[in-house]
């Protein structure tokens, strides 16, 4: 049931009917029907997936709530402590217990999504050793993928660690934590939730009130999110894939063409399937983390990872940055170097050492094969080399007295950072690292036009009509996001008349239905985000 499909967009809309419906009568009842809808969504996307939530659910929640548990009784240890030693002994024992049981929650989880996402990545790399050593070759088998594991792990063990580290307080109603977990809008491809922003938003004893508000502004949202995904992404898709899937064919500026209209494609597509759900969820009542703040927009490397796939960019700050960078081994690293006066080694060593790690982990995060570490590892180089050369970088700009605040500057630092980002795009298209090279080889081995002045660029998937079209579409894009900077245009237009407004939703509703990538000739194709 893919979020662009009629068919969730049917079960949505009996969902928050019933979910109001019962919440007039029985306000507790609407944890229960959102329990019930989460189940039946992920019953429909695959029940053989199911024993693996139910595995990570359980295993969360039992040793987040021991940890708790251990907490708890310290609490009331203290009160009664003689002296400040024995509170002392209280806590590292207390923290002693909660370790072993937050581990037992976190291990779990995290050794389900290595062992279904990481087997055949993992005996395909051992057989190429022993293939060069000539040894006999393991036999190859493969792991059934959850759908949406590597969201709902992040997001099990993102709350596991909250408890252990005393952010938040154990859930004790498992319902309620089990509907967060499986929440259907973003169980699939998040947006990373967090238990304590959730829970926030929906007291199970409170209930949420219908909000006409809520309803026009997320059903504006989904509007907006299908025209993302149908209109632009799968439209691009069908010219991307036409070049990315045999790069050896092609060279020159269509490659070029190819990888910078993939960088639009997954944004179309990603923010598409987030503006989706996050609409379906605000309808609901339950906002979401907000995930793209117009990344394109970014002067550098830093600021475009803090506006793409934000809560994945919070999940790794919080919980891999932050504890790398006050691990044991880091303080030993900075306290060499501080010793031999080398101070700004020392500051390097606090901020490179974990951008190193998370960018790794990020890169086989994404997926099971080299061309997604080497993605990784390219944004790695990128931030290690901004730190490295951040003092030089002001240096000359100071002396050729640039006006940093100019808009061709900024405008410069934009297309920049774009164009970075477009050649890590490469690494994360292609079909494993070979492809990636071949296309980097073939896309500079020449200047060739030739599939632009003789036409052939408009039999790559899209004819003249529909290349045409998806530039226009691309330059709406482009317009609302540059609006959206300035002003939250769903707010905008709900000042308009209703003439006006109504107007916008039709022409986006028709826009949809007219112009959208789907029928007998067409198949939406699947997120590209699902696959992670």
Same mark, same amino acid.
């Given at each position: 049931?893919?979020?662009?499909?009629?068919?969730?967009?049917?079960?949505?809309? !009996?969902?928050?009917?019933?979910?109001? #419906? +019962? /919440?007039?009568?029985?306000?507790?009842?609407?944890?229960?029907? @959102?329990? $019930? *809808?989460?189940?039946?969504?992920?019953?429909?996307?695959?029940?053989?997936?199911?024993?693996?939530?139910?595995?990570?659910?359980? !295993?969360?929640?039992?040793?987040?709530? #021991? +940890? /708790?548990?251990?907490?708890?009784?310290?609490?009331?240890?203290? @009160?009664? $402590? *003689?002296?400040?030693?024995?509170?002392?002994?209280?806590?590292?024992?207390?923290?002693?217990?909660?370790?072993?049981?937050?581990?037992?929650?976190?291990?779990?989880?995290? #050794?389900?999504?290595?062992?279904?996402?990481?087997?055949?990545?993992?005996?395909?790399?051992?057989?190429?050793?022993?293939?060069?050593?000539?040894?006999?070759?393991?036999?190859?088998?493969?792991?059934?993928?959850?759908?949406?594991?590597?969201?709902?792990?992040?997001? #099990?063990?993102?709350?596991?660690?909250?408890?252990?580290?005393?952010?938040?307080?154990?859930?004790?109603?498992?319902?309620?934590?089990?509907?967060?977990?499986?929440?259907?809008?973003?169980?699939?491809?998040?947006?990373?939730?967090?238990?304590?922003?959730?829970?926030?938003?929906?007291?199970?004893?409170?209930?949420?009130?219908?909000?006409?508000?809520?309803?026009?502004?997320?059903?504006?949202?989904?509007?907006?999110?299908?025209?993302?995904?149908?209109?632009?992404?799968?439209?691009?898709?069908?010219?991307?894939?036409?070049?990315?899937?045999?790069?050896?064919?092609?060279?020159?500026?269509?490659?070029?063409?190819?990888?910078?209209?993939?960088?639009?494609?997954?944004?179309?597509?990603?923010?598409?399937?987030?503006?989706?759900?996050?609409?379906?969820?605000?309808?609901?009542?339950?906002?979401?983390?907000?995930?793209?703040?117009?990344?394109?927009?970014?002067?550098?490397?830093?600021?475009?990872?803090?506006?793409?796939?934000?809560?994945?960019?919070?999940?790794?700050?919080?919980?891999?940055?932050?504890?790398?960078?006050?691990?044991?081994?880091?303080?030993?690293?900075?306290?060499?170097?501080?010793?031999?006066?080398?101070?700004?080694?020392?500051?390097?060593?606090?901020?490179?050492?974990?951008?190193?790690?998370?960018?790794?982990?990020?890169?086989?995060?994404?997926?099971?094969?080299?061309?997604?570490?080497?993605?990784?590892?390219?944004?790695?180089?990128?931030?290690?080399?901004?730190?490295?050369?951040?003092?030089?970088?002001?240096?000359?700009?100071?002396?050729?007295?640039?006006?940093?605040?100019?808009?061709?500057?900024?405008?410069?630092?934009?297309?920049?950072?774009?164009?970075?980002?477009?050649?890590?795009?490469?690494?994360?298209?292609?079909?494993?690292?070979?492809?990636?090279?071949?296309?980097?080889?073939?896309?500079?081995?020449?200047?060739?036009?030739?599939?632009?002045?003789?036409?052939?660029?408009?039999?790559?998937?899209?004819?003249?009509?529909?290349?045409?079209?998806?530039?226009?579409?691309?330059?709406?894009?482009?317009?609302?996001?540059?609006?959206?900077?300035?002003?939250?245009?769903?707010?905008?237009?709900?000042?308009?008349?209703?003439?006006?407004?109504?107007?916008?939703?039709?022409?986006?509703?028709?826009?949809?239905?007219?112009?959208?990538?789907?029928?007998?000739?067409?198949?939406?194709?699947?997120?590209?985000?699902?696959?992670?």
């Amino acid at each position: 049931m893919g979020y662009q499909s009629l068919k969730f967009l049917l079960f949505s809309a !009996a969902v928050i009917l019933i979910f109001y #419906a +019962v /919440g007039r009568f029985f306000k507790k009842g609407q944890q229960y029907v @959102l329990l $019930a *809808a989460n189940l039946v969504f992920y019953f429909i996307c695959g029940v053989k997936y199911l024993p693996f939530l139910a595995v990570t659910l359980f !295993a969360s929640f039992f040793s987040a709530r #021991a +940890v /708790g548990k251990i907490y708890d009784a310290a609490d009331k240890q203290l @009160l009664s $402590a *003689a002296d400040v030693t024995q509170k002392k002994q209280i806590r590292a024992d207390a923290k002693k217990k909660a370790k072993r049981s937050m581990l037992f929650g976190v291990l779990i989880s995290l #050794a389900l999504l290595i062992v279904c996402k990481y087997t055949l990545f993992v005996l395909k790399n051992v057989n190429a050793v022993l293939s060069r050593l000539g040894a006999e070759q393991i036999g190859l088998f493969k792991m059934i993928l959850p759908i949406g594991i590597s969201f709902y792990t992040f997001m #099990a063990v993102g709350y596991v660690l909250d408890v252990y580290w005393k952010r938040i307080k154990a859930e004790n109603n498992f319902v309620s934590y089990a509907v967060f977990l499986t929440y259907f809008p973003h169980i699939v491809q998040g947006p990373i939730g967090r238990y304590g922003h959730f829970c926030e938003q929906f007291d199970p004893k409170v209930g949420v009130a219908l909000d006409t508000q809520n309803l026009a502004f997320g059903a504006e949202l989904v509007i907006w999110g299908l025209f993302k995904k149908l209109v632009i992404a799968d439209r691009l898709s069908l010219f991307v894939s036409t070049i990315f899937d045999d790069p050896g064919k092609f060279s020159g500026l269509i490659m070029v063409i190819a990888a910078v209209l993939y960088s639009v494609q997954i944004y179309a597509d990603f923010s598409g399937c987030i503006d989706i759900v996050t609409g379906v969820s605000e309808m609901l009542g339950i906002k979401l983390a907000k995930n793209f703040n117009h990344p394109y927009f970014s002067r550098t490397i830093p600021e475009f990872w803090r506006r793409w796939h934000i809560s994945l960019g919070d999940w790794f700050k919080d919980f891999v940055y932050f504890p790398v960078s006050t691990s044991a081994p880091v303080k030993k690293l900075k306290k060499a170097f501080k010793k031999r006066g080398f101070k700004k080694g020392e500051l390097l060593i606090a901020s490179s050492v974990p951008t190193v790690v998370v960018w790794v982990i990020t890169g086989i995060w994404h997926g099971a094969s080299w061309n997604f570490v080497a993605w990784g590892a390219f944004y790695a180089v990128l931030m290690v080399a901004g730190n490295v050369f951040a003092d030089l970088n002001k240096s000359v700009t100071e002396k050729l007295k640039i006006d940093t605040e100019a808009f061709g500057w900024k405008l410069f630092q934009m297309v920049r950072t774009f164009t970075l980002c477009c050649i890590g795009r490469v690494f994360f298209r292609a079909e494993g690292l070979k492809n990636a090279l071949l296309y980097f080889r073939n896309m500079f081995s020449s200047l060739s036009m030739q599939h632009i002045v003789d036409d052939k660029i408009y039999t790559y998937g899209l004819d003249r009509q529909n290349f045409i079209f998806v530039i226009f579409a691309i330059l709406i894009l482009l317009v609302a996001d540059i609006l959206e900077e300035k002003t939250p245009l769903r707010k905008t237009l709900a000042k308009q008349n209703i003439v006006f407004r109504y107007g916008v939703i039709l022409l986006g509703i028709f826009a949809v239905l007219i112009f959208g990538i789907y029928g007998p000739q067409f198949n939406a194709s699947e997120f590209i985000y699902e696959k992670f």
